[in-house]
């Protein structure tokens, strides 16, 4: 059976990284930039980010949350320039990507599924770990079965790999972009060529999927066979299309957190909600938080894994090992050990997101490596150190030499 959709939305993200020597200059790129400006948060406005987040990391993520009006009136009045240098000593900032109008598009040459693309945001951290959120939402049929395969195919979107029938042509309606082929050069201009995400092994073929939707009360109630939908729900935790055969699919309980009439799923690279609106709740202020709170919560622990991979690039390429000694530090005493939430739901998405990300194992081999750079570094050191007192106890040597020499000529 299919399951009709009462509403929904799709984020893509997109990870890219800046040259941390070239942060400043592409900060200041993005504010000159005139579909682009800084997201300045209020704690009146945005009471959800600042109770949910607690003090440390709300002050690296969402520092502008307690600007005076003055403040905010000072920063408006100043320079591009001047704004690029004043936030980018800030630890992230969030820009938000206006269109001039909704990018609406279709997959499918025929019957294909309309969709608009609504939102873009862009977060950037000031070790140079950036991401970009597209936020999508369906605009014409509202079935599950379109939602599936909407995900499946959109997220290979920007990817150069040869693919299956089963991927329809793309195309992007709108004067802005006109066919699905400008979409990555759409992407590059805002992200760049990327070329330091490839340097750390880091896959950008397929975007990084976030998915909400909520099933209509007359598609899922105590009549509906949860089995069913649960075998559907794996399709969309694991970004597959409505067509993959369900024999063997079963719901995968260690990736998954449920409640009545609501289901998480995790993988690596997907987080996606499944509700329904038995429970007003999952349709309103559930649908908001996941898109604001939760979405954020989301991107900081993709940040560290991805900050983890970049560290330990750089611990074995450089040669200036104080340097990366400084980042590794600073990361292990802030970023590492700051705890997201208080929130009840927050608590259970940390173990999760966390789990999915692998961080404890990707912070332990960067240890492990760190360790063995260090003692390696200290040895060489002391080396040289002793070379030193060879050298100064020689210089001596012959400096005395050459004292008695003349003493004894007189």
């Not at 998915?211 to 598609?219: M, R, W």
Request: proline content about 1%; some cysteine; hydrophobic content about 35%.
């Amino acid at each position: 059976m299919d399951f009709k959709v009462k509403y929904q939305y799709t984020y893509f993200i997109y990870p890219y990284l800046i040259e941390q020597k070239k942060y400043k200059e592409y900060l200041y790129k993005l504010l000159k930039n005139k579909n682009c400006k800084l997201k300045l948060f209020d704690y009146k406005k945005d009471v959800g980010i600042d109770t949910y987040f607690l003090p440390e990391l709300k002050d690296e993520m969402f520092w502008s949350l307690n600007m005076s009006k003055n403040s905010i009136k000072q920063y408006e009045t100043m320079d591009k320039k001047l704004q690029a240098v004043l936030i980018s000593k800030q630890a992230c900032n969030i820009f938000e990507y206006t269109l001039s109008k909704d990018i609406p598009g279709k997959i499918g040459e025929k019957d294909g599924i309309f969709f608009d693309i609504n939102k873009i945001e862009i977060v950037c951290f000031n070790t140079g770990v950036c991401f970009l959120l597209l936020k999508t939402t369906l605009s014409e049929k509202q079935e599950f079965t379109d939602v599936l395969n909407f995900n499946y195919k959109f997220r290979d979107i920007n990817s150069k790999k040869e693919h299956s029938k089963q991927y329809e042509a793309i195309k992007i309606q709108t004067e802005k972009l006109n066919n699905m082929q400008d979409f990555p050069e759409f992407i590059k201009s805002i992200t760049g060529a990327n070329i330091g995400a490839k340097r750390i092994s880091l896959d950008t073929d397929q975007f990084i999927t976030y998915a909400y939707t909520c099933i209509d009360q007359s598609s899922w109630n105590e009549n509906v066979d949860i089995k069913l939908l649960e075998k559907e729900f794996e399709k969309y935790r694991k970004v597959k299309p409505a067509n993959e055969q369900t024999e063997d699919i079963n719901l995968k309980e260690e990736y998954t957190y449920s409640e009545k009439y609501l289901y998480y799923g995790f993988s690596n690279n997907t987080v996606v909600l499944l509700t329904c609106d038995n429970n007003i709740k999952n349709y309103t202020t559930l649908s908001f938080k996941y898109e604001n709170e939760q979405l954020y919560h989301y991107i900081f622990n993709l940040y560290k894994k991805i900050y983890l991979k970049k560290l330990n690039y750089e611990l074995r390429q450089t040669k200036k090992f104080d340097t990366v000694k400084d980042k590794f530090l600073i990361f292990a005493k802030k970023d590492w050990i700051y705890e997201v939430s208080d929130d009840e739901m927050g608590k259970i998405l940390e173990k999760y997101y966390s789990t999915e990300q692998t961080l404890q194992e990707s912070f332990g081999k960067l240890k492990q490596e760190y360790d063995l750079v260090y003692k390696d570094y200290e040895i060489k050191k002391g080396k040289k150190y002793n070379k030193f007192l060879i050298y100064i106890i020689i210089a001596l040597i012959i400096l005395n030499a050459i004292n008695i020499f003349i003493i004894f000529k007189r």
